[in-house]
């Protein structure tokens, strides 16, 4: 029996850390769920039926995951959510109807899991793994199973097509907007990076996707061809439309619902928001007798989205002066992130930007400077395989693009100066990893442990 998280931890990651110090290779040479199936197998995993829903994408997929659930609950279905990364708890990645698993529930699975594992484990060869995040779906499969889970919403870590996530026997697959990223382990080309997120369109079954640049939305559909599945990708008359912004978010208008507070900032969530709503009618046009048009449906579906909550992204933590953050690391992000606020900002405007060097760190150094006058860039230590730029390439890069930029040490010390420069009157912005965001709502005191 597990009696603390550092040590389930530790033996979570124990073959993984095998290769911490090898080169990476792309993800079709180097990851192999067969570990994870095989896992599955012998804890007779998923033990209950249930219906899985599988997203994918490079932007919002989280977001779509964390607005689907609540609508689905809304609606009065049992809905188990695994999503990755976590920002303050471990726990975070395993919620039943919006609550974390508790301590005590994730040291007992996996402890009743470890003979499975240790079984699994024990065949691997020398650079063979067991996937982390195969033992998080393995965890979370046995927690919905005695939480009577009717539906399991489940976000993809990074691709799809050799993502342990996606090897659920899903019916339904979502796309949020996919982009080129992570072209070291998925492919240089964006056609390549939608193969690999077009792996988790199931056989026969439905996908659902967000408007695609021409190149990805080529291969999907040629993948759900191949797969004999059907899919559809909004259009503006599936997506809502902005009326009016509010102080605890935006109002939307999408037909039939008419008008609704989606209470997240971020511009882009409407069309997340859009991509989690046309999702959930097919679900219930499958599972339920009642009609889309039946009142009740409608203002379940209006109740749930007000209830929505999803932390980091274009959060505001406070005011005098305003401060906002969102885990906006690449430009597309960053631009995105400042079009969500242009119309709140005051000034004097700070920004504080923690970038890893595996990023585009000085792109985003150059859009945040176009709104702020101070540019304060800032890192963690919290994971050490997550690194930043060295301070001389970092200012290198921030002084080239603002004419006041500074480094700090860690976000306390990046806060303390943004705050004396903004004064009770401006603005301060976080672009910053979702580990810096985890630090901020540690500093902010935000409960994390239900949305």
Not at 105 to 124: E, K, M, N, Q, Y
Not at 288 to 310: C, N
């Amino acid at each position: 029996m597990f009696h603390s998280k550092e040590s389930a931890l530790d033996y979570i990651f124990r073959t993984r850390r095998r290769l911490d110090d090898a080169p990476r290779g792309l993800d079709e040479d180097t990851r192999d769920t067969a570990t994870t199936r095989k896992l599955l197998r012998l804890a007779n995993l998923p033990a209950a039926p249930c219906e899985f829903v599988v997203i994918t994408g490079s932007r919002g997929k989280g977001s779509v995951a964390s607005v689907m659930a609540k609508l689905l609950e809304a609606l009065g279905y049992r809905v188990g959510m695994l999503t990755s990364p976590h920002l303050v708890h471990w726990n975070e990645r395993i919620r039943v109807n919006g609550t974390m698993i508790p301590n005590d529930d994730f040291l007992r699975i996996l402890s009743d899991l470890r003979p499975h594992i240790d079984s699994v484990t024990a065949g691997l060869q020398k650079r063979g793994y067991l996937s982390p995040q195969g033992i998080f779906l393995a965890m979370a499969l046995g927690y919905f199973a005695e939480k009577r889970v009717e539906i399991a919403v489940l976000e993809v870590g990074r691709g799809g097509r050799f993502d342990d996530i996606a090897v659920v026997p899903n019916r339904l697959s979502l796309f949020a907007p996919i982009l080129l990223e992570h072209t070291a382990l998925l492919g240089d080309t964006l056609e390549r990076i939608a193969w690999h997120k077009a792996g988790i369109i199931p056989s026969a079954g439905i996908a659902l996707s967000a408007a695609q640049p021409s190149e990805a939305e080529e291969v999907l559909r040629r993948e759900a061809e191949l797969q004999g599945a059907r899919i559809h990708f909004l259009d503006e008359a599936d997506c809502a439309q902005l009326q009016t912004d509010t102080d605890g978010g935006q109002l939307i208008r999408l037909a039939p619902y008419g008008e609704m507070l989606l209470p997240l900032l971020g511009r882009y969530q409407i069309e997340n928001a859009s991509l989690a709503i046309r999702a959930v009618e097919i679900l219930q046009a499958r599972l339920s007798a009642s009609s889309l048009e039946d009142e009740g449906y409608i203002e379940s579906i209006r109740f749930g989205l007000a209830q929505v909550k999803w932390f980091g992204r274009v959060q505001k933590l406070d005011q005098k002066p305003s401060i906002y953050v969102d885990g906006a690391i690449t430009v597309p992000s960053a631009e995105s992130f400042i079009a969500s606020l242009r119309s709140r900002l005051s000034q004097p405007v700070a920004a504080i930007v923690g970038i890893p060097r595996d990023r585009d760190y000085a792109g985003v150094y150059q859009v945040m400077a176009r709104v702020s006058k101070k540019l304060i860039i800032t890192e963690t230590n919290i994971n050490p395989n997550t690194r930043f730029p060295s301070r001389e390439d970092a200012l290198r890069a921030a002084q080239a693009t603002s004419a006041d930029a500074v480094h700090t040490g860690n976000l306390s010390e990046a806060l303390d100066v943004a705050h004396e420069f903004a004064g009770e009157s401006g603005t301060i912005l976080l672009a910053v990893s979702l580990m810096l965001v985890g630090e901020c709502m540690l500093i902010w005191k935000v409960d994390t442990s239900q949305i």
